[in-house]
């Protein structure tokens, strides 16, 4: 009832971490042989607005969590859901640097998701305060997809579209280099740059034509591909359609459409009859 507890040095624990409804702390042992008192401070608190079209705003999944995951001693990720005008709320936030992003979750078959970025933004979070943040926002880019002549999809079959911004390109030195690239990979920098990387997934039709919501200004890669339906036994499936040339996109400021015309698929040669 008074604060008091007793802690048995282990020398695998990293950080001791306190959390309750006052607020949060993390410390490690070292420091609390120097100082025993355990100070919380007040949790801070993140909010925002997903922008984008109207009717297209609810239920965008917004997750948070620490900067670098695999380098701190203790990471977290949260997240939540857009409500009808595409506001989100995290009440209880670790004060320090943190990321915000719209995580996009797709639906590979029955019982198979895959989940990735879509957009994430670097926010300080400063204890007893509150953090704004806007996500979305941007063009619509559109377009269509050219399937070949008689060609029908099978039921089950699922499209894979999107927009995807550069990243960091590994030096000359490092490429070919693994133990290299992987250091060069792991660099706090790098590892920013990545994960402000943009992935826009697109909206298809059945009739093949696309809309991509909210693309900032910026150098993208345009992606499409048409996958079978998975096996039973989960092993790998190569894609029935592929986009026949590398397409690239580059948007400017504004707002308005990009149409990106017609963008032919072909089968794959392991796809072909």
Request: no cysteine.
């Amino acid at each position: 009832a008074d604060g008091r507890l007793k802690l048995s040095k282990d020398p695998a624990v990293q950080s001791v971490v306190a959390a309750g409804a006052a607020g949060f702390a993390e410390t490690s042992f070292a420091a609390l042989e120097q100082d025993p008192v355990l100070r919380l401070r007040s949790w801070g608190r993140v909010a925002g607005r997903f922008v984008g079209a109207a009717g297209k705003v609810a239920g965008k999944v917004i997750a948070l969590g620490t900067l670098q995951p695999h380098t701190q001693a203790l990471s977290y990720d949260f997240s939540t859901r857009t409500d009808t005008e595409g506001r989100f709320e995290f009440t209880r936030v670790p004060p320090g640097s943190l990321w915000v992003e719209h995580r996009v979750v797709e639906i590979l078959g029955p019982g198979q998701t895959s989940s990735y970025a879509s957009q994430a933004k670097e926010v300080t979070v400063v204890a007893g305060e509150m953090a704004e943040v806007t996500l979305g926002g941007g063009i619509r880019v559109i377009g269509r997809l050219g399937k070949p002549v008689g060609f029908s999809a099978p039921a089950g079959s699922t499209w894979s579209v999107g927009l995807h911004s550069h990243g960091a390109v590994p030096p000359p030195e490092v490429q070919g280099n693994p133990a290299e690239l992987q250091r060069w990979a792991g660099l706090p920098e790098v590892q920013r740059l990545t994960r402000l990387q943009r992935h826009l997934p697109a909206e298809v039709q059945p009739d093949g034509s696309f809309t991509i919501e909210g693309v900032e200004p910026g150098d993208y890669s345009f992606m499409a591909y048409l996958s079978a339906p998975p096996k039973p036994d989960g092993s790998f499936v190569p894609p029935l359609l592929v986009s026949r040339t590398p397409t690239t996109a580059t948007v400017g400021a504004g707002t308005g459409e990009l149409d990106l015309g017609e963008i032919s698929m072909v089968p794959t040669p392991e796809a072909a009859p």
